[in-house]
């Protein structure tokens, strides 16, 4: 029975260690098939420079990021301003929720 390299009911991330291979003059990593299939990884990847490093995702993930979603909501000039009160509504202060 084969292991699954990223077990899918974990509470914190799982991490897999890839080695860093030489492919012809450049340098990669192997994904393992388990996570292609996942992820439905089929022939493209979309690597994202973060603060905290580097993600991968597949090309068919179609999420804003956090930076894409503050454009997109401020592309819509949206009235928050009653937030604060909205979210405050029914709750008691000290209340639990």
């Known amino acids: 029975m084969k292991r699954d390299p990223l077990p ?22 192997r994904l393992p ?6 992820y439905e990884i089929k022939d493209a990847l979309v690597l994202e420079a973060r603060e905290e490093g580097l993600l ?5 993930d179609k999420r804003l990021t956090w930076e894409e ?18 979210m405050a509504d029914g709750i008691e202060p000290g209340e639990k929720w």
């Not at 991968?56 to 068919?60: A, F, N, Q, Y």
């Open 33 to 38: 098939k388990a996570v292609l299939e996942r």
């Open 56 to 60: 991968l995702r597949g090309k068919k």
């Open 8 to 29: 899918a009911a974990r509470k914190s991330p799982a991490k897999v260690e890839l080695k860093v291979v030489r492919i012809g003059n450049s340098r990669g990593v």
């Open 69 to 86: 979603t503050y454009r997109e909501t401020a592309r819509e000039k949206e009235d928050w301003s009653d937030l604060d009160a909205t």
